[in-house]
């Protein structure tokens, strides 16, 4: 994820240096967690790539994670970061979307990067309940074969307001019922990849329950 303008969409160039937000977490295992990665700006050479460390410290542990998300740079030079903040406590990824103000400090000379401060962190959105599924109404419904979703929020910047783009599970608003299966706008790709998902779906009762509730 790499830290970009939330206008332009370019990888920003933070006082020389190319920043990017990686996953990363113990191998073969259910851990995951961002970390801050940087190198010269228009610098491609994959070897020159040096980690911050993580973005939240050492301490983590696999119970609560991080996710993709995005980030870009406020005003006066701190990085604004949405991620995905996982709960894994009940052996279920329990997703929302989160926010995190870092500022950081560029040491030229030792060509080094540090995290100085880490600053209003807290739940940004995870659903309503209407258009948007909440962790609660996917926990009591779930039969197995739907999927909880809210993660992966993208900030751009249009006229001077930020807004995000992100994936989550659709709320009660027009939510589930066998209806649903008929319906054509349901469907995105081409005629092809929606004719082909439609018979899926009704060749399958496991794919149906997603939409049956």
Same mark, same amino acid.
């Given at each position: 994820?790499?830290?970009? @303008?939330?206008?332009?969409?370019? +990888?920003? @160039?933070?006082?020389? /240096?190319?920043?990017?937000?990686?996953?990363?977490?113990?191998? @073969?295992?259910?851990?995951? *967690?961002?970390?801050?990665?940087?190198?010269?700006? @228009?610098?491609?050479?994959?070897?020159?790539?040096?980690?911050?460390?993580? $973005?939240?410290?050492?301490?983590?542990?696999?119970?609560?994670? #991080?996710?993709?998300?995005?980030?870009?740079?406020?005003?006066?030079?701190?990085?604004?970061?949405?991620? !995905?903040? +996982?709960? !894994?406590?009940?052996?279920?990824? *329990?997703?929302?979307?989160?926010? +995190?103000?870092? =500022?950081? =400090?560029?040491?030229?000379?030792?060509?080094? $990067?540090? $995290?100085?401060?880490?600053?209003?962190?807290?739940?940004?959105? #995870?659903?309503?309940?209407?258009? /948007?599924?909440?962790?609660?109404?996917?926990?009591?419904?779930?039969?197995?074969?739907?999927?909880?979703?809210?993660?992966?929020? *993208?900030?751009?910047?249009?006229?001077?307001?930020? /807004?995000?783009? &992100?994936?989550?599970? !659709?709320?009660?608003?027009?939510?589930?019922?066998?209806?649903? $299966? /008929?319906?054509?706008?349901?469907?995105?790709? !081409?005629?092809? #990849?929606?004719?082909?998902? &439609? %018979?899926?779906?009704?060749?399958?009762? *496991?794919?149906?329950?997603?939409? %049956?509730?």
């Amino acid at each position: 994820m790499p830290v970009q @303008n939330a206008k332009t969409g370019k +990888v920003f @160039n933070y006082k020389g /240096y190319q920043l990017m937000i990686a996953m990363m977490g113990i191998p @073969n295992q259910n851990d995951a *967690h961002i970390y801050l990665l940087y190198n010269k700006y @228009n610098d491609n050479n994959p070897d020159h790539w040096k980690c911050a460390g993580p $973005i939240f410290g050492y301490n983590a542990t696999s119970a609560d994670q #991080e996710w993709s998300g995005s980030a870009t740079v406020n005003k006066y030079g701190s990085i604004q970061l949405f991620y !995905t903040d +996982v709960d !894994t406590r009940k052996g279920t990824n *329990h997703q929302k979307i989160s926010i +995190v103000n870092l =500022k950081l =400090k560029v040491n030229k000379k030792k060509n080094k $990067i540090i $995290i100085t401060k880490r600053s209003n962190r807290h739940i940004l959105f #995870e659903g309503d309940g209407k258009y /948007y599924q909440t962790y609660k109404q996917w926990k009591d419904k779930n039969k197995g074969a739907d999927n909880i979703a809210m993660r992966d929020a *993208h900030v751009i910047s249009v006229k001077g307001k930020r /807004y995000l783009i &992100f994936e989550a599970s !659709t709320g009660m608003a027009n939510y589930q019922g066998a209806d649903q $299966i /008929y319906k054509w706008q349901n469907y995105g790709g !081409t005629a092809k #990849e929606g004719i082909k998902n &439609f %018979l899926k779906i009704t060749a399958d009762r *496991h794919d149906q329950s997603c939409y %049956l509730g």
